[in-house]
């Protein structure tokens, strides 16, 4: 698989941070595993995702551990590849705190998927990196990519054709070494998070005109100034809800989402003065 590229990744095609950190704590347990065997089924018995052992023993912690385990060199090498390939353009247009919490809640939202629906100990990336996947696909769904550096596609429907394989792998396999289920809930958790992530601002947007509306049938008026910063705040507030539902909440710049904050607060707190 290769991407169809004329330019470098970020600044002097250096690593983002994220993907940095991540490459690096992945290859350092590695290396781990593979220099101490006695380490190995350590770290294998207390931190690779085993469900029964996170329902029965509450050990909640192997939701995330389980992703910096490998059980192999082409394992972990494949994962890393895919997840600098497809995540450092992300890192960068995103940043690196939304794009570690996208990585995260995939990854988590894949763990939960197989702590739910399959009874086999898990150890592995994938579930984050197909999340990953998935949100390259959303973000350049024409963009070029190389099966076996010899075949073109464009990445959005290689990935429709492998979320829908990995559900009839998962749907008619029997017990096998790929977790199906993984890589299909990091997928499924990745795209419903990027499409309707943003929610919560739609929903308290709307709750700040329902107050609004309220008070101005009870004859309840702010001061002029007051007026005028609210309805600076109620469109920029709009606004930007309506370029959320455009292109998805991850997709606004630092400033916009501070805004967005912003916005929504001074909003909040404007409605909560005028209701004592």
């Known amino acids: 698989m290769y991407q169809n590229r004329s330019y470098g990744f970020g600044p002097g095609g250096a690593i983002p941070p994220a993907i940095k950190n991540l490459l690096f704590i992945n290859g350092v347990v590695f290396l ?3 220099l101490n065997p006695g380490l190995d089924f350590f ?3 207390n931190f690779a995702l085993v469900p029964a052992q996170v329902f029965s023993s509450f050990k909640i912690w192997q939701l995330v551990t389980y992703l910096f385990v490998h059980g192999g060199f082409m394992h ?14 992300l890192e960068y247009e995103w940043g690196t705190r939304e ?3 996208f990585y995260f809640i995939s990854g988590i939202g894949a763990g939960l ?5 399959s009874p ?18 959303l973000r350049y769904p024409d963009r070029m990519i190389y099966i076996y550096f010899l075949f073109p596609v464009k990445i959005k429907y290689f990935m429709i054709f492998l979320v829908g394989f990995q559900f009839l792998m998962f749907v008619g396999s029997t017990a096998s070494t790929i977790s199906h289920v993984a890589h299909l809930g990091g997928a499924v958790v990745g795209y419903v998070y990027l499409k309707y992530g943003h929610l919560s601002y739609k929903i308290k947007s709307q709750l700040s005109g329902l107050f609004t509306s309220t008070k101005s049938g009870s004859h309840m008026h702010y001061t002029k100034g007051g007026d005028k910063k609210t309805e600076y705040y109620r469109k920029v507030v709009d606004d930007l809800l309506d370029k959320i539902n455009k292109v998805g909440y991850l997709n606004l710049t630092e400033e916009e989402k ?8 001074y909003l909040r ?6 209701l004592n």
């Open 32 to 34: 781990m595993q593979l």
């Open 43 to 45: 770290i294998r018995q």
């Open 76 to 89: 972990i090498l494949f994962n890393m590849f895919i997840l600098w390939m497809f995540g450092t353009e």
């Open 99 to 101: 794009f570690l919490k």
């Open 113 to 117: 998927f197989i702590a739910l629906l």
């Open 120 to 137: 086999y100990p898990t150890i592995g990336a994938s579930g984050a990196i197909y999340g990953v996947m998935v949100a390259y696909a």
């Open 258 to 265: 501070q805004m967005l904050e912003e916005g929504s607060r």
């Open 269 to 274: 707190e404007h409605d909560d003065e005028n």
